[in-house]
């Protein structure tokens, strides 16, 4: 624990280190008032320490909704298509089609059915990372060599037990990669569907900053949103890290 | 008698491996399976175990239930995620063993093949002859009363070679159960067999292993001339 410890710490600051030297290097090169000095910046975080933690949550929050939700119904679902082939010839086509939608230009009709609210931005989330989590589960379950199925059977597994000691262990790296690609995705949406009826989320702050000109607190935004993904992306080595010590 | 095969006629791609009229395997015994590459012995496994079934024919099953027949693989498949311990458990918890016996019973396994000191590694982390030591406990979990093996001491070194050999003598005489192994080699099938299954014009022979349970096998001259007969016999099929 400690040493993973010590890799987070370590990866923070290295990765906080050089996300700060690039942006210092801009700052020089650019001398444009639109990217200010990291040091103004990281004063007016401090100045508005409560409302940035606010709008970091609201955006949390509907990050964390979407990918728990998105792999609630993702995992059964890419587990069935792999096990039924059948169904999988006769979904995937669709799942094709969806797939490469960009599903933001979808955000005024799901508002229009599901309300203004968080409901429609974390619905809007949802369909982006769900059609991910599926083709990568249904593929990863693909790839299980015959041998493993093999020596369950000879074990007299059931359906159940199949997918418990086999599938989901098998599938879990295929099921975290593809979280590590959504979180991505899902953050640079997120900053889209919190422009519209929303007054709290860092992309309503990073877009209300610009209006009034205020760079320094857009880019207390962007940086919160670098910070948010990079302990998503954290948060997923140490699960990863926690289910090889289990 | 425990298993008895009722005129069995098997035909894989084209090519008719088996086409016999009776045959038995006796309970209690361990019998080794030889015969040139390629002439049905892996076979025969899967259709003792049902995994490929025959064209016409019958294999009978006496005192065995098709849940106490168990196989071990020839290139040993443990799941890379499973720790040994969690690999020797993983049947137990299938069958729906109580936590308190699986912890002894994995304890016990990993006392008689000496993994305790491997019990919390991975795959990745055992050689060869642990990770077949492994699969090898891990199929006596269940305590089966029919054992199939393919290939099991295949790309290992003598000592490990040896030492697993040892093994399944010792665990057969503790279990008394059946096991049929399937080896290219012949000093194995001599060491192991007490009857050797000789896999030939798609019939099965056995011959009765004159040398099992002599002591000091491996130094003995008579064991080596019975090797040099079986391996003349193996090759003028």
């Known amino acids: ?246 | 008698m425990g298993i008895i095969i009722k005129d069995l006629n098997f035909i894989y791609e084209q090519n008719q491996l088996f086409k016999m009229t009776n045959f038995h395997f006796e309970d209690n015994t361990i019998y080794t399976l030889v015969g040139p590459s390629g002439i049905g012995k892996s076979t025969l496994l899967d259709l003792l175990t049902g995994v490929k079934h025959p064209h016409s024919g019958d294999i009978l099953y006496q005192n065995i239930h098709k849940s106490e027949i168990l196989t071990i693989f020839q290139n040993n498949h443990l799941f890379p995620w499973l720790t040994v311990s969690e690999a020797l458990a993983l049947p137990l918890k299938i069958n729906n063993v109580s936590k308190k016996q699986i912890n002894s019973r994995v304890m016990g396994l990993l006392k008689t093949f000496r993994l305790e000191t491997f019990a919390h590694k991975r795959p990745h982390a055992l050689s060869g002859g642990q990770l077949q030591r492994v699969a090898i406990a891990q199929g006596l979990t269940l305590n089966p009363k029919l054992l199939l093996l393919d290939e099991p001491t295949s790309s290992l070194d003598q000592e490990s070679k040896e030492e697993i050999q040892d093994h399944l003598i010792n665990e057969q005489r503790k279990r008394n159960n059946t096991m049929i192994i399937v080896t290219h080699d012949i000093e194995e099938a001599a060491y192991l067999g007490q009857e050797i299954i000789l896999v030939t014009n798609k019939q099965l022979k056995k011959i009765v292993n004159p040398t099992f349970g002599e002591k000091n096998r491996r130094q003995s001259l008579d064991f080596y001339a019975f090797c040099i007969q079986l391996r003349k016999q193996v090759r003028q099929k």
């Open chain 1, 1 to 246: 624990m400690k040493k993973s410890s010590a890799s987070f710490f370590h990866s923070f600051i290295l990765g906080v280190l050089s996300y700060l030297g690039i942006w210092t290097l801009l700052f020089i090169l650019s001398n444009n008032h639109a990217i200010p000095s990291p040091i103004t910046t990281l004063e007016k975080m401090w100045e508005i320490k409560y409302l940035l933690g606010l709008h970091t949550l609201a955006s949390s929050l509907r990050i964390v909704t979407a990918l728990l939700l998105a792999t609630i119904f993702a995992v059964p679902l890419g587990i069935f298509l792999s096990m039924f082939p059948k169904f999988d010839r006769l979904l995937s086509p669709l799942l094709y089609f969806l797939y490469p939608l960009p599903k933001v230009a979808f955000l005024p009709v799901l508002m229009l059915f599901f309300g203004l609210g968080n409901f429609s931005k974390i619905l809007l989330l949802f369909s982006i990372i769900i059609l991910q989590v599926i083709i990568s589960v249904r593929d990863g379950a693909n790839r299980i060599p015959d041998n493993y199925q093999r020596i369950m059977s000879n074990f007299q597994s059931n359906t159940w037990q199949n997918i418990r000691y086999l599938i989901l262990p098998a599938i879990f790296p295929n099921i975290l990669a593809s979280l590590r690609v959504s979180i991505g995705i899902a953050l640079a949406s997120l900053f889209f569907a919190e422009n519209y009826a929303t007054t709290y989320g860092l992309g309503y702050l990073i877009l209300s900053a610009w209006m009034k000109m205020d760079y320094p607190e857009m880019f207390a935004g962007i940086f919160c949103i670098a910070l948010l993904g990079f302990l998503f992306f954290q948060a997923i080595d140490a699960l990863e890290r926690f289910s090889y010590k289990i």
